[in-house]
């Protein structure tokens, strides 16, 4: 009898189809990742036509409505891939850019983060760190957004930041590489490079002349200076607030000129104030939590690559000038 049992369950199972299904909330407009989608097995008589069964199928591909968790995906529920649709899916301060393909390879594929670097006869810089890759053209011109092998690909398009898009639209496609980053997209290529539009000639400018980019929870950082081997910057940092852990391809300094908090690097917490001076080694794990104060800090990177993240948030509006001082109106004479 048991093994009746088991031999029917077998065959249920068997009969089952296999379905791709949303693990989390999906906007219309956005690019579906891997970790986005679960498979499932159901009742072949409960599928809807068109319901995809490989994750690979949709991984990369742009929802064209909102999806709910534990959702089924339909093809009618994906936007086919053109410019408009791949422009729709651009995260906040990046721009597409084409970049066609001289040599193809077995990568990247959609959803891939890469660094694009040119080759020089000094080894090569950095045109732009972090790159996505949102779709591989074929030699018709068609876009193919789903995990697939771009090896047979005549162009990527790519999401990169808008401070560097001009430099990789217009870079030459024999002199470019891509470098594959890790799992996460904040995972620096081993090897940091420097940025091929840091600036070499000599600046001199004051204080008040740095362009101020803020985040959305508040945090400003004034650039000051970049260099091809440094940035320099004047961090300021909200009341209360905290830096996630982190790494950096480069080495980092800081002078914390006011506020207070613990840093945290390597797993060993350090309090820090006015006056004290940090050194964090390339790829160390770096966290920050804040006092109740802003802190201010100036901030070198030994390396510009960790500032270009700065070039995705906005930049701040003008302080408001304050009006002069009313002097007082004068007392009245006193009558002869």
């Not at 009898?1 to 088991?6: I, R, Y």
């Not at 999806?67 to 053109?82: G, K, N, S």
């Not at 104030?273 to 802003?294: C, D, H, I, Q, W």
Request: net charge negative; with cysteine.
């Amino acid at each position: 009898m048991l093994a009746l049992t088991l031999l029917s369950l077998v065959s249920w199972a068997q009969e089952q189809r296999s379905v791709v299904v949303t693990a989390k909330p999906v906007a219309a407009g956005a690019a579906i990742a891997r970790a986005d989608l679960y498979t499932a097995r159901l009742d072949p008589a409960l599928v809807p036509e068109g319901t995809f069964g490989d994750p690979s199928e949709v991984a990369g591909r742009i929802a064209r409505e909102p999806m709910l968790p534990h959702a089924l995906v339909r093809a009618e529920r994906l936007a086919e891939a053109d410019a408009s649709t791949l422009d729709a899916a651009l995260p906040s301060g990046f721009d597409r850019v084409r970049l066609p393909r001289i040599t193809p390879s077995a990568w990247p594929t959609a959803g891939d983060r890469i660094d694009v670097v040119r080759l020089g006869a000094d080894g090569g810089c950095l045109l732009s760190a972090g790159a996505r890759v949102l779709a591989a053209e074929d030699a018709d011109g068609d876009l193919h957004v789903a995990s697939t092998s771009a090896g047979t690909a005549a162009a990527l398009h790519l999401a990169v930041r808008r401070a560097d898009a001009g430099a990789v639209g217009s870079a030459e496609p024999e002199r470019v590489a891509l470098l594959m980053r890790g799992v996460s997209p904040d995972d620096p290529s081993e090897d940091a490079l420097v940025a091929c539009h840091a600036s070499a000639q000599p600046v001199v400018r004051r204080l008040e002349d740095g362009i101020v980019r803020m985040a959305p929870d508040g945090t400003n950082v004034k650039q000051l200076l970049r260099g091809r081997n440094a940035f320099l910057g004047e961090l300021r940092l909200p009341g209360g607030s905290r830096i996630p852990a982190h790494r950096d391809a480069t080495e980092e300094y800081l002078w914390v000129l006011e506020g207070k908090g613990t840093i945290t690097i390597d797993g060993t917490s350090h309090y820090v104030e006015p006056g004290s001076l940090v050194y964090m080694p390339a790829r160390a794990k770096v966290s920050y939590v804040n006092g109740p104060r802003t802190l201010v800090a100036l901030q070198v990177f030994a390396g510009p690559e960790p500032a270009a993240a700065y070039e995705e948030w906005g930049e701040a509006p003008p302080p408001v000038p304050r009006p002069p001082p009313v002097a007082p109106a004068p007392a009245p004479e006193d009558p002869p």
